[in-house]
């Protein structure tokens, strides 16, 4: 997405196209400090503040300004944006209310609850006001003595809108510095001409300013000039702000008779002017042209960069130790990684043997294994067997043992008859009278 002078004007959005067109999915201060005003902002509140937050939106600041264990108050328009607010849990009360409106319930609420604030976050709204100073003046009657007003404007000076304008292009967009919704149009020093201004014109006013940097933006068009126009454009990049995207202040309520101090080193600050090097530059008169300072979130980018390059270094160093070790250990180790390596080589040869045999008495191995096979079928149907007849073997020898014992029995009974027999014949008069008869037989 185009956010500086796009390559076609889009002077207006459908409310179709525009329905949370703000809105940042997964945002992180920390991880994008340099390319978003929320970090450079949010590090200038002090920690336990009261914390207004004007045009809150989706709720950006919300997390950081809470992780300072600050009580964050919202305030937007949006109905449909301030939801996001709502449900990110960092705010302590959101209002949907315009602050120059003060008949209406919601504003009573509102100053029911928010009595005086520590500070006060105006981020991308002024812009977007027809009458900022008189919301400027509204704000400040809510701040404390010595509290702070963070501001954040879009820098019209981008050098991608200063030389599109030359080309008869000032082409709007759905955001960024030339946001089709924005009325009011700043740089750095017609921002510090304008608190000036209120400074001066009302008496029970007095704000100092301080300058606190601004994010960047290069884009496709600004790294066309810097490779094509190389000279063209280190004469260019000497202007403060030629790829500030959004431009910082802090604001302080001072107490009557105060002296801005802050606002007066600015207005006192010496302006590079870019046109008449450039014009010396044309005749000859400069040849040698220096370089820019590199804006504040340009700074912190490239400092947030060198930081990742630095732990990819790091790990990198250490990689490179980790394997030192490892060639080291290896070179202490090689005999014994080869005799190893050799056992493993005679290990596989052996391997390869068995297999070999195996191929060679496969035929032998599955007959030997059929036999088996039928060795253990017939033995599987002997117990079959057995156990089918194991009844009628138990039932058999039943009978024999009932027969042997009704034999015995009967014997044993003829026995005692004969004996019974004998006794009675022994005893009878025949036999005693016939006794002599018998002797010497």
């Known amino acids: 997405m185009e956010l500086a002078n796009g390559k076609k004007n889009k002077f207006f959005?459908?409310?179709?196209?525009?329905?949370?067109?703000?809105?940042?999915?997964?945002?992180?201060?920390?991880?994008?400090?340099g390319l978003n005003n929320v970090y450079l902002l949010?590090?200038?509140?002090?920690?336990?503040?009261?914390?207004?937050?004007?045009?809150?939106?989706?709720?950006?600041?919300?997390?950081?300004?809470?992780?300072?264990?600050c009580t964050v108050y919202g305030i937007d328009l949006d109905e449909k944006a301030i939801e996001y607010a709502r449900n990110s849990g960092y705010y302590d009360k959101v209002f949907i209310m315009d602050v120059t409106n003060k008949d209406s319930n919601e504003y009573k609420?509102?100053?029911?609850?928010?009595?005086?604030?520590?500070?006060?976050?105006?981020?991308?709204?002024?812009?977007?006001?027809?009458?900022?100073?008189?919301?400027?003046?509204?704000?400040?009657?809510?701040?404390?003595?010595?509290?702070?007003?963070?501001?954040?404007v879009p820098n019209v000076a981008h050098l991608d809108i200063l030389l599109n304008l030359m080309n008869d292009k000032f082409n709007y967009q759905d955001m960024g510095i030339l946001d089709n919704t924005h009325l009011k149009f700043f740089t750095k020093?017609?921002?510090?001409?304008?608190?000036?201004?209120?400074?001066?014109?009302?008496?029970?006013?007095?704000?100092?300013?301080e300058y606190l940097g601004a994010t960047f933006y290069n884009n496709e068009f600004l790294n066309k000039i810097k490779n094509n126009y190389k000279e063209l454009f280190m004469i260019l990049?000497?202007?403060?702000?030629?790829?500030?995207?959004?431009?910082?202040?802090?604001?302080?309520?001072?107490?009557?008779?105060?002296?801005?101090?802050?606002?007066?080193?600015?207005?006192?600050?010496?302006?590079?002017?870019?046109?008449?090097?450039?014009?010396n530059v044309l005749e000859g008169k400069i040849s040698n042209v220096h370089n820019h300072k590199p804006v504040e979130g340009e700074r912190l980018w490239y400092e947030q960069q060198i930081g990742k390059f630095e732990e990819s270094l790091q790990w990198h160093i250490d990689k490179v130790k980790e394997l030192e070790k490892a060639i080291e250990w290896h070179h202490i180790n090689e005999k014994t990684i080869r005799e190893s390596l050799q056992w493993h080589i005679d290990k596989v040869k052996e391997l390869e043997k068995a297999i070999e045999w195996h191929h060679k008495n496969e035929r032998t191995i599955r007959e030997s294994l059929d036999w088996y096979i039928n060795k253990v079928e017939e033995l599987e149907k002997a117990i079959e067997w057995h156990h089918e007849n194991d009844k009628n073997i138990k039932e058999l020898m039943e009978q024999k043992e009932n027969?042997?014992?009704?034999?015995?029995?009967k014997d044993k009974q003829e026995i005692l008859d004969l004996r019974k027999k004998l006794f009675d014949m022994e005893n009878s008069r025949s036999w005693r009278w016939t006794k002599f008869l018998r002797k010497g037989k």
């Open 13 to 33: 959005t459908l409310e179709t196209e525009g329905e949370n067109r703000y809105y940042i999915e997964d945002f992180n201060a920390e991880e994008t400090k």
């Open 189 to 209: 020093t017609s921002f510090v001409d304008w608190i000036n201004q209120i400074n001066e014109t009302f008496n029970d006013v007095n704000i100092d300013c």
């Open 237 to 279: 990049e000497n202007s403060s702000n030629y790829n500030g995207f959004q431009i910082l202040f802090k604001l302080t309520k001072l107490s009557s008779g105060v002296m801005p101090l802050q606002l007066k080193k600015l207005q006192e600050e010496s302006q590079i002017d870019v046109v008449d090097i450039l014009g």
């Open 403 to 409: 027969e042997f014992q009704n034999q015995k029995n």
């Open 109 to 152: 609420s509102f100053t029911n609850m928010v009595n005086k604030v520590d500070a006060i976050i105006i981020s991308d709204v002024l812009e977007h006001i027809a009458n900022p100073t008189k919301l400027l003046l509204e704000y400040l009657k809510l701040l404390k003595e010595e509290g702070i007003i963070l501001i954040s």
């Open 42 to 69: 949010a590090k200038e509140v002090p920690e336990n503040s009261v914390v207004l937050d004007v045009g809150c939106a989706q709720g950006r600041f919300g997390k950081t300004l809470k992780e300072k264990k």
